[in-house]
């Protein structure tokens, strides 16, 4: 990529950002139908992880860029499946089959909350006013949906909004990872095949062991669709989102689960057709008015910093 300008290196990552978003958003009502099958989350996140590795394989290898089996890049793998993918997706299929998609998309939007000091802890990221603000609006926006009677249908939904929190907390953590310690050498759609494999290979017993393993190809239908389809996804946004943590930094990538959140909303009611209240409108433009206030972090030079 040619240089860019100051100004325009920020449009560029901003951009990035919403493209993220907007792809990340739409796995939300993919992984609902997904689950409507009643296939458990490990024989699922099995399969994704197959379309994963085929995708980001197809296009690694025949630029020569395969698994690496350093020391760095075999512990970026094993960090990356469990904190990016295992865990996260575990809790992601068990709450999206109970709660409603939209939801979903805005609980994301915790990811920069618990990123934000846990990056100021360890010297990651400066302190800005601007920067806070735009957090605390975020909370805001999180907070307004989650009072009583404005979003969840069934109060009883509310216990499982702890399960879909884990998910950002091992985003917050992943990222905060990535940011601190690179991706190894690789460039991210290499770190991404090595993170896919690894995670494939780890989660192939367990969905034996814990009987959810089945086969996708027995009754090819919408749920199956819906899970390659986002599968396919998963794969390319996450390795944009590895590059992102990396180039910007932990707190600013993250600030696509704000993006994530307004278009997992508006698939959510064009696919699934899901209706929300009006609150939810106001909660978008405090979402969308704190992507606003939070800029990338200028980053020194590093070898392993993948290129664009």
């Avoid at 192939?204 to 986002?230: C, I, K, M, W």
Wanted: glycine residues 12%; hydrophobic residues 55%.
């Amino acid at each position: 990529m040619t240089a860019l300008s100051a100004g325009g290196q920020r449009w560029f990552l901003v951009g990035v950002l919403l493209l993220l978003g907007l792809g990340w958003g739409l796995t939300q009502p993919l992984g609902k139908i997904a689950t409507s099958t009643g296939h458990g989350p490990f024989g699922l996140i099995f399969w994704q992880l197959v379309v994963c590795t085929g995708v980001l394989g197809a296009i690694c290898l025949p630029r020569g860029r395969g698994l690496v089996f350093t020391r760095p890049a075999l512990r970026f793998y094993v960090v990356v499946a469990a904190l990016g993918t295992l865990i996260p997706n575990a809790t992601f299929y068990l709450s999206i089959a109970r709660l409603p998609s939209g939801i979903m998309s805005i609980l994301i939007s915790a990811v920069p909350m618990i990123a934000f000091p846990i990056a100021l802890l360890l010297g990651m990221e400066r302190f800005s006013w601007a920067r806070l603000a735009g957090l605390c609006l975020g909370l805001m926006a999180v907070g307004l949906l989650a009072a009583p009677g404005a979003a969840l249908p069934d109060p009883a939904m509310a216990a499982f909004l702890p399960v879909a929190l884990v998910g950002p907390l091992c985003y917050a953590l992943e990222g905060l990872y990535v940011a601190r310690n690179g991706t190894a050498g690789m460039d991210p759609v290499q770190a991404m095949f090595g993170a896919s494999v690894t995670g494939m290979v780890l989660c192939l017993p367990v969905a034996l062991l814990t009987g959810q393993f089945f086969d996708p190809f027995a009754g090819f239908g919408r749920a199956e669709v819906a899970l390659a389809a986002s599968s396919a996804l998963h794969a390319l946004v996450y390795a944009a989102y590895v590059w992102l943590a990396f180039r910007a930094g932990a707190v600013f990538a993250s600030q696509c689960s704000y993006i994530v959140t307004g278009a997992g909303i508006f698939w959510a009611m064009v696919i699934l057709g899901e209706r929300f209240p009006p609150s939810l409108w106001l909660s978008l433009v405090l979402l969308l008015s704190g992507v606003a206030l939070v800029s990338p972090r200028a980053r020194s030079a590093r070898g392993d910093v993948p290129a664009a």
